[in-house]
Every structure is written in structure tokens, then in C-alpha cells.
């Protein structure tokens, strides 16, 4: 039978007391940090501010910033300089934490994303070659870095860690791939399969002018069935690049959706530099600049309009309106992360017409507050440049005055009154309250945290395994959960605080095959006492969940049900300790 029941809720925090004793603690003096996320109704804004020459502007103070929304200006109500994590004590032995301390501690956080499914082969060879120069020769043993891979899904090369030795060989172990989708500016039909009309090749470079056939000329019938069929084969390979374009796009949608929440629960800004050939979508979709093709959809006017350009025109603005709420729900969940993107251009100094895929790398840094690097030899120089960002950031937070949560996007000026200093913040964000979108689905929330390479850290708790021969109830495994309850969100209800929280515990064998589940909800108002000692000493709960042989791994979930965030962790049921 479950330990937690209506008794266990009157006394959790005296039940808390048996595994928080074992636990590192917080600090009961220290007032937990405003939470990050927008979906608390308070925003934070990150703001880079250097002197003329790159350099981090020290000793800045509330009273120089201001900050509107929407042309209004907003009452600051946080406010935090540069500074730098402390460690935390080691956890005990078979105790395992989401929290960030234990996910990287230290300072400033830095990810790096090599983008394989957006750039093409002998670019990921030339990044990795830059990336490995960076971490031999100016990669600092104070910088904490992970690395990731976009190679259809989203992966972990490595995770945070300052010993460069470790990054140098993780990078080593990254080796550049072909992706059966294509890249922009490779086509998917290849040379060795032309196409022919009765036993006529097909051109593909010719359009009208008719084709020599063994010396002789095309009658004018034969030359347009020629042409007709270049015509087919063009719409063909557009058909098959749009459709690459469209699984591009819902993979780094799902890649972004992961590393918020990866990274939405450690403090401060986070820097991702993303090294790629190009972006497939930009953050603000309705006011994207337009493709040349979609610009000759909209003004055909302007020249011969082929029916391979209005197929590709077309496609290009289906693609980028049917994913827009997909695209804005991302963005906000960036934006709530505290999600700064460094877009580095994977193919460095190019004389290629790339503008289009340029100007959209320059459109994400500048929405997120980053910096983009292109046309670039030394693209490890943006590399750098994130590193020395993250020193330089000051954190503003405010309540917006307009209370109406509506999705709509709004705008964000920021002005620092002090001489002498460049400053760069994100420019926006969607107003989105996730639980109220149509779409929303807990248990589809709770499926993608789970599925993620790394710990999910939006909502933050400790966990261990009893093994069955410790668990007074025979033949079951014991999981003890301690959240962090200044994660979690509370509403005011009579004499006190109400708490909804949903827990979950899952056994994978080593094929991925799920062998056993459990959950449980707790919904209910406590005493404004036993509500502070929960914010000081953590939220436990026990969960008894069926013993399996071999070497299975634990996923442990906790989902804070009004905001829809959630926590993951994931360790061997192996590594159960003794009681």
C-alpha cells in the first residue's frame, strides 16, 4: 500500500525530517530567488552590458536601468549583478538530484549545439576542427560547459563540465555525418538515378531549348515532352526538399522544447551556441523576412513565374504558417528559460548568396539576446564571446502591468543610464500561459521531460531507492522524493497554501522496454506554518513501486500540475542503497 495517503499529508513535514536529515539542505535564511519563468507572471530580462572595447561594466545598480513593455514602463521589482555559483556538498551515497547545484554549479551556464541535420557534411567537419582549436588553446578551466548534438534528436556528447581535457575528447568523438534529409542547396535526387522520357534524358539544366538526341534534333512534340518532364522531376525534388524542410523544422523545434527544459531550472542566463549551416525557421514567424521564392509568390509580377516556383513560393509560406504556434510556444519557453542563442555559421567565411539563411541566424541572436557570428574564418571567436557574455549579464525582473496572459507577443526596451556602454537583452516575448493552450496535454509534458537526454530541472527535488529488502512492504522498491518547493507553484486557498503536485516513477529494462509504473498526486491547502517549513525543508513523498531483476533504470518525474513544469531524474535501480 502506498505511504502516502490523507495521514502522511498532516505530517509531512515530521516525515520529511528522516530523509532530509541525509540530504544536503538550503540555507532556511536565504529568500529563494524569484523564479524565472514567465508563467509565474514575473519576467525577468537578462542584460549584457560592456565598455566600448568588450569588456563587463562592473557596480551597476537598479537605479541605472529602465525598463518598458510595450512603449509602458515597468517597476523593477528584482534585480541581480554577475556572480558565481557555489558548489554544493557531495550528495550521500545512492542519492541522486535535478537541482542545480548538482547540474552546474559554478557560474554562468554555456551550451554548445553541433547542428547536423541543418548543415551539410564538410561543414561539420570544418566546425569540428574549430571547436577542438577553441578547447585546446583558449578554452579556461573556470568555464563549465556541455555539449549537444541535432542529429534527428536531440543528444548529449557531454555533459557540464570544466576540465577541458573532457571536452577535447568529447569533440574527438564527434564525427560528421550524412542525414538522409537534405540540406539547403543539396538536392535529394542524385546523379545516379536520372530520369528519362522514352529512353530520352532529361536535362535538368535545360528548360525550352530543345536537346541533342544521338546528333540529331528533337522534333518540336519530342523536345516538350522533354521539357515537360523536367518540369515534373523539379517539382519532385522540390516536393522531397520540402518535406526534408518540414522534418528539419519539427526536429529543432523539439531539440529547443528539450534544452528549456533542461536548462530552465538552473539560475541566471544560459548561453547555446549553436553551430550550424542554417536555421530552419526564425523565432518571430510573422515577421520573417520572405524568401526569394515566397517573394515572387506574393509579387509574381515581378518576373516569369514557373509553376516549379510557385509550387516551392507556396510551400514556403504553408511552412512557415502552420508551424507558427509551434515556433511561438518555443520562443516562449526560450524566453522563460532565460535563453540566450549564439548562432555561429558552421561554413565560416563564405562568398555564397546565403543572406537569407545569415539574416535569420542575426534575427534568433538578436530575439534572444545573443550575438550571431558569421562569414567568419575563427568562428571559435563567437565561441569566446558567450563565455565573456555570461560574465557581463545583469538580471532584471519585473511584474508586467498588463495582467492579461493573452499569447500575443510584447516588447521589451531596456535603458541603461551610464556612459560609455554597449548593452544587448532580448527584445520580446509571447505572453503564454501553456496550461490554458488547447494543445496542452500533462501527461504529453510529463512523456517529453522524461524523454530527455539530460535531467529535466524546471521543477527541482532529491531522490533515492530503497531496494526491496530494506522496504517494509515485501518485494516493492521504495523511491523517496524531497522537491524543492521554491519551484513549485502555490495558490492562496483559506488558512493557507495549496499545492498541486503529480509524481511518477517508471522501470526501463536496458532495451527501453518499460517494466513497471507508479504515480501519485498530492492536491491540497496546508497551514501557512506547515507551508513555511515545506519552503525550508522540501515536499517528500514515498512511492513503493515493483522490484525488477537485472539492470534496470529508474525515471523519476515531478510535475508542478498548475504550471505543467516539470523535473526528471534517471539513474540505474542498481544503484539502490542499503538502509
Do not use: C
Not at 19 to 31: D, H, K, L
Not at 468 to 484: E, R, T
Amino acid at each position: 500500500m502506498p505511504f502516502l495517503r490523507v495521514r502522511w499529508l498532516s505530517l509531512s513535514v515530521v516525515v520529511a525530517a528522516l530523509v532530509v536529515s541525509a540530504m544536503p539542505q538550503q540555507n532556511s535564511t536565504e529568500v529563494p530567488a524569484p523564479s524565472i519563468r514567465v508563467t509565474t507572471r514575473m519576467v525577468l530580462v537578462d542584460v549584457v552590458v560592456t565598455d566600448k572595447k568588450g569588456h563587463p561594466v562592473a557596480g551597476l545598480h537598479p537605479d541605472d536601468f529602465e525598463i518598458e513593455e510595450n512603449g509602458k514602463a515597468q517597476k523593477i521589482a528584482s534585480f541581480n549583478m554577475p556572480h558565481e555559483t557555489t558548489s554544493a556538498p557531495p550528495l550521500p551515497p545512492g542519492f541522486y538530484s535535478n537541482r542545480a547545484e548538482y547540474r552546474s554549479p559554478g557560474g554562468p551556464v554555456t551550451v554548445m549545439l553541433l547542428d547536423v541535420i541543418n548543415t551539410a557534411f564538410s561543414d561539420q567537419s570544418y566546425a569540428r576542427r574549430q571547436m577542438l582549436n577553441f578547447v585546446r588553446d583558449q578554452y579556461k578551466p573556470e568555464q563549465r560547459m556541455a555539449i549537444f548534438t541535432l542529429t534527428g534528436s536531440l543528444n548529449v556528447l557531454q555533459d557540464f563540465t570544466s576540465d577541458p581535457k573532457i571536452l577535447y575528447a568529447a569533440l574527438l568523438r564527434f564525427q560528421p555525418q550524412l542525414q538522409p534529409q537534405s540540406v539547403p542547396g543539396n538536392s535529394v535526387i542524385t546523379q545516379a538515378n536520372p530520369l528519362t522520357v522514352n529512353g530520352v534524358l532529361a536535362n535538368t539544366e535545360a528548360t525550352t531549348a530543345p536537346a541533342a538526341d544521338t546528333g540529331s534534333t528533337l522534333s518540336p512534340a519530342r523536345a516538350k515532352q522533354v521539357a515537360s518532364a523536367q518540369v515534373a522531376l523539379q517539382v519532385f525534388q522540390d516536393a522531397q526538399s520540402s518535406y526534408a524542410e518540414e522534418q528539419r523544422t519539427i526536429l529543432t523545434l523539439h531539440a529547443l522544447d528539450s534544452l528549456a527544459r533542461i536548462l530552465g531550472g538552473l539560475p541566471g542566463r544560459k548561453n547555446i551556441i549553436w553551430v550550424t549551416g542554417n536555421l530552419p525557421f526564425s523565432l518571430i514567424p510573422e515577421d520573417r523576412t520572405l524568401s526569394e521564392t515566397e517573394l515572387q509568390e506574393d509579387l509574381p509580377s515581378l518576373q516569369i513565374h514557373s509553376g516549379t516556383a510557385h509550387a516551392a513560393g507556396n510551400y514556403a509560406a504553408t511552412l512557415r504558417s502552420s508551424h507558427g504556434d509551434d515556433i511561438r510556444q518555443t520562443a516562449a519557453r526560450l524566453a522563460s528559460a532565460q535563453v540566450a542563442i549564439y548562432p555561429v555559421d558552421a561554413r565560416g567565411l563564405t562568398i555564397s548568396n546565403s543572406n537569407e539563411a545569415q539574416g535569420v541566424m542575426r534575427e534568433m541572436a538578436s530575439e534572444t539576446g545573443g550575438r550571431a557570428y558569421v562569414n567568419q574564418n575563427e568562428i571559435k571567436f563567437g565561441v569566446e564571446r558567450a563565455f565573456e557574455d555570461g560574465s557581463a549579464t545583469y538580471t532584471l525582473g519585473y511584474y508586467p502591468q498588463n495582467k492579461k496572459w493573452d499569447g500575443n507577443y510584447r516588447t521589451i526596451k531596456v535603458k541603461v543610464k551610464h556612459d560609455g556602454v554597449e548593452f544587448q537583452h532580448r527584445h520580446g516575448y509571447y505572453a503564454f500561459d501553456p496550461t490554458q493552450l488547447k494543445s496542452y496535454s500533462p501527461q504529453q509534458e510529463v512523456t517529453s521531460a522524461l524523454n530527455d537526454v539530460v535531467p529535466s530541472t524546471m521543477v527541482a527535488f532529491t531522490a533515492r531507492a530503497l531496494p526491496a529488502s530494506a522496504n517494509p512492504a515485501a518485494g516493492k522498491v521504495g523511491i523517496d522524493f524531497l522537491v524543492d518547493a521554491s519551484t513549485l507553484s502555490a495558490e492562496d486557498s483559506p488558512g493557507g497554501k495549496r499545492l498541486n503536485v503529480a509524481f511518477y516513477a517508471t522501470v526501463f529494462s536496458p532495451q527501453g522496454r518499460m517494466l513497471a509504473q507508479r504515480s501519485q498526486k498530492v492536491d491540497r491547502s496546508f497551514t501557512t506554518d506547515i507551508y513555511k517549513q515545506i519552503l525550508e525543508k522540501g515536499m517528500l513523498l514515498h512511492i513503493d513501486i515493483d522490484d525488477q531483476p537485472g539492470d534496470s533504470q529508474l525515471r523519476l518525474a515531478v510535475q508542478d500540475n498548475k504550471t505543467g513544469l516539470v523535473g526528471t531524474l534517471d539513474f540505474p535501480l542498481s544503484a539502490s542503497v542499503t538502509k
